[in-house]
T-cell receptor, first 114, second 114 residues
Framework: DSGVTQTPKHLITATGQRVTLRCSPRSGDLSVYWYQQSLDQGLQFLIQ???????AKGNILERFSAQQFPDLHSELNLSSLELGDSALYFC?????????????FGPGTRLTVT | AQSVAQPEDQVNVAEGNPLTVKCTYS??????LFWYVQYPNRGLQFLLKYITGDNLVKGSYGFEAEFNKSQTSFHLKKPSALVSDSALYFC????????????FGAGTRLTVKP
């Protein structure tokens, strides 16, 4: 158990809808990362937050947004969903935003858009 | 710019034989290198990292990796493979001066046959 929790585990929704994925980092970790994993594209970095502030952006679509709250949990909001958004979404945390620190991944949320 | 390549999509080995999962990287300056493992329906788990010092790094579950600066490689090795090592393995690289996520390779699926 990595100590990172994600809810829900599974989510099935229709095209055009909006969903929110939630992540709680390991106790004491300030940095949260969001990733999308699909079969044909591997692990894609979406966005990073550090202590409530956006720190880095990856290949995040404009339809997607995220935030990190004062208690350090984070939410990823996906809107106007398309079939191609079906994927596993992972959250990871690390103690700092520094590059020498490893990440701890949650179990993921499997999103299916029908 | 930083990048990492895992030249083999799939590696098959027999139980008890040594295994190697290959990784090469490109980064300006000295890299920070990581290996992660993903078991089915799970998030990625940190195995080991190279930051500085001894080129041979030992990690979890009997795995080790050797940093080779001249060949820009960081191959993952284990002297005797177990069936339970069957999983998806990801190499990742970070620029010490960079921000954001590590760059992950596309992953190598390791299958250990009894």
């Amino acid at each position: 158990d990595s100590g990172v929790t994600q809810t829900p585990k599974h989510l099935i929704t229709a095209t055009g809808q909006r969903v929110t994925l939630r992540c709680s980092p390991r106790s004491g970790d300030l940095s949260v990362y969001w990733y999308q994993q699909s079969l044909d594209q591997g692990l894609q970095f979406l966005i990073q937050y550090y202590n409530g502030e956006e720190r880095a952006k990856g290949n995040i679509l404009e339809r997607f947004s995220a935030q990190q709250f004062p208690d350090l949990h984070s939410e990823l909001n996906l809107s106007s969903l398309e079939l191609g958004d079906s994927a596993l979404y992972f959250c990871a945390s690390s103690s700092t935003s520094g590059p020498s620190y490893e990440q701890y991944f949650g179990p993921g949320t499997r999103l299916t858009v029908t | 710019a930083q990048s990492v390549a895992q030249p083999e999509d799939q590696v098959n080995v027999a139980e008890g034989n040594p295994l190697t999962v290959k990784c090469t990287y490109s980064v300006s300056g000295n890299p920070y290198l990581f290996w992660y493992v993903q078991y089915p329906n799970r998030g990625l788990q940190f195995l080991l990292k190279y930051i500085t010092g001894d080129n041979l790094v030992k990690g979890s579950y009997g795995f080790e990796a050797e940093f080779n600066k001249s060949q820009t490689s960081f191959h993952l090795k284990k002297p005797s493979a177990l069936v339970s090592d069957s999983a998806l393995y990801f190499c990742a690289v970070r620029d010490p001066q960079g921000q954001g996520s590590p760059h992950f390779g596309a992953g190598t699926r390791l299958t250990v046959k009894p």
